[in-house]
């Protein structure tokens, strides 16, 4: 039973086998880190190429979230917005929109009765702010061409094709678990989820 | 004859090495060091931001950062190490979430920490997620709201590891649930933590 367990975890979870085998701490952890690396680095592969795959399910963990989060954050600094403070409320401010969002999506869908666990959730709808965050950066590099008519034209199209694409990578994912008739009511808060983040992304300018 | 002299040798050297090392005040010098070192250098830094650097969100980077490496190696090293417990989550075939918490039997020939260690573990468990609590407290009064969101993400990672040690530590104690395949104790529930996760 034990050697079951330790095969089947994995992500936030430490090596298989006995724990007394180690008595120095290098080998086990270089291991462990390289192993959680390679997770992440499976999950993201996954959402460039979203198909109905149990890896994000299964071997969730809040990683990849994370530190999409704080690139994201990054990226939305030093816009007009915030020229007074230092970029403090609008830093915060993604990542309170980005983690109460994506608890506010889990509690609804497991509300309405869904089968997938609220880190899982979680983990999926993380890693599905990839192409907006992606979107962010070629957003911020066609800004420093010009803030004219023709680059909020290139920006809407990128924004418009990385929300489309979020939205249909995690409920590729979320909208499977649920019962039939229930389908778009778990998808319409993921919708309004990316689109809050989409808009944070088309309405950035930078301050002069 | 002289054969005989050195294995008698080489004998005691081993000897004397197990003995040492069950004695050691200290079994695992590295993991205690690297247990409290995250999370009071987050601490530190949280008090002295204003003299790092003027910018909120490197800040705001910086202690998350430190906190999430705490955060991992506690509970993936440190508790393992220093006190031999240890809690994960998997996921059933079927979907099904189950969290894992599990002790090991202290027993001569393991490498659990000392009385030492697990003192160094527990306390360092508990203070620090107090001394965030206070923290909550100082930057809602001084209506630093900005502030308030990274309080609120340090206390939710740090009160994760205490609250999985705490179940572990339960089922230590219970003693009970012995799992029949190995010595361990293994408590398995399809437990629910506050009836959503």
Redesign the interface.
Known sequence: ??DE?NR??AG???TAGE??EF?T?DE??KE?ILR?LRAVGSKFIHVLYPKRSSVL????DL?GP?LLC?TL??LL?GGAADKED????Q??EV??IV?FGSIIIT?NS?LLGG??????SLCVLGYCIMPLTAAMAVCRIVLVGGSGTVSFIVRLVVVTASFGWSTFASTAFLAD?QPPGRKSLVVYPVFLFYFVIGWMVLTFSPSQ | MADDTEDVELDFAADEQERARRSAVIRHPLASFFHLFFRVVAIVAYLLCDWISENFASCFVLIITLLSFDFWSVKNVTGRLLVGLRWWNQIDDDGKSLWVFEAKKASRDNNIGTEAEARIFWLGLIICPLIWICFFFTSLFSLKIKWLSLVVASISLQAANLYGYLRCKAVGEDGQHADSFTGQHLLQRPDIIFGIL
């Open positions: 039973m034990a367990a089947q975890f936030l979870s430490d724990e007394d008595s701490l086990p952890v462990t959680d399910l299964r071997d969730w990683w994370l704080v954050a990054l600094q230092q970029g403090g409320p830093f915060a990542f309170v983690w509690l497991k089968t997938i666990s609220f880190f899982q678990n």
